[in-house]
Each structure stands twice: as C-alpha cells, then as structure tokens.
C-alpha cells in the first residue's frame, strides 16, 4: 500500500507485537507525521496541477476525466465507471457538449461496470430543456 500509520510512539507499537501485519517501514512516530503529511501534500498539488486545467472553468470541465495511469494492477482507471461516468456526462453537458451523454450511454462506449442507464436516460429526457437554455442563456444552470 501506499499509506501509512502515524502513532503516538513508534517503538511502544512496535513492542505489542501489533505491526506483524504491516510493513514497519509504514508505521511513523507522531514526531515524523508532518514532514510526512508535507510530503503528501505536495504530491497532492502536484498531481492537480499535472492532470486538470485550472484555467477557467471551461478548460476544467472539458479535461474531465483527469487521464492517468493507476498504480495499482488490480486497480484499473476507473474514471468513467458507474457513477463517475454520469458525473462526466454532466460536466460534458456544463460546457454544452450534449452529444457527449448519448455516445456514453451508446453500446458502442466500453466500460468494465454497467453503465447507471437509469441515471443515463434521466438525463437524456432533460437534453431538450438543457439545449435550449443553453441556445438562450449560453449555460445550463
């Protein structure tokens, strides 16, 4: 894993012979906890500012989903499953991409989970009214 364990004090934890089934290298003293917590942190807002458009809300919208490579093998990017791919459907709709909701909801847009058809046609009814206060507003909300 990626994580790890901040206690009171590392060697009392280490004594109880609880850390058998964690990496030692993962356990940390409250003493080390902020140069730890810094430091992931940092690779936060690095992440961010790597994978999304902070620009204007346009650019954030239209770079939905952030694209990446997992870590993990048995962790697949999942950024377009289950409820995820509705939350882009709505992001793509924001930014007037109306298209967008219906070629995800198609057979032909491949996913690992089943798609929230339900949450998908719900959507899909509303295209009409979200177009045409789109065409007289230029936004949707």
């Known amino acids: 894993g990626l994580g ?53 809300e346009d650019g954030l919208l239209k770079g939905l989903p952030a694209k990446y490579t997992t870590r993990h093998i048995n962790s697949p990017y999942d950024q377009m ?27 032909d847009f491949n996913t690992l989970f089943p798609k929230r058809t339900d949450d998908l046609d719900k959507i899909i009814a509303k295209l009409p009214d979200f177009k045409k206060r789109f065409a007289e507003t230029g936004a949707v909300i």
């Open 81 to 107: 499953e289950k409820f995820k791919g509705v939350m882009v459907c709505i992001a793509h709709i924001l930014y007037g991409d109306f298209d967008f909701v219906e070629r995800y909801r198609s057979c």
């Open 4 to 56: 790890f364990w901040i206690v009171q004090d590392r060697e009392e934890f280490l004594s109880i012979g609880r850390p058998n089934q964690i990496a030692q290298s993962r356990i940390l003293d409250i003493a080390q906890a902020r140069p730890a917590l810094i430091a992931m942190i940092q690779d936060g807002i690095a992440f961010i500012d790597n994978h999304y458009e902070l620009g204007s």
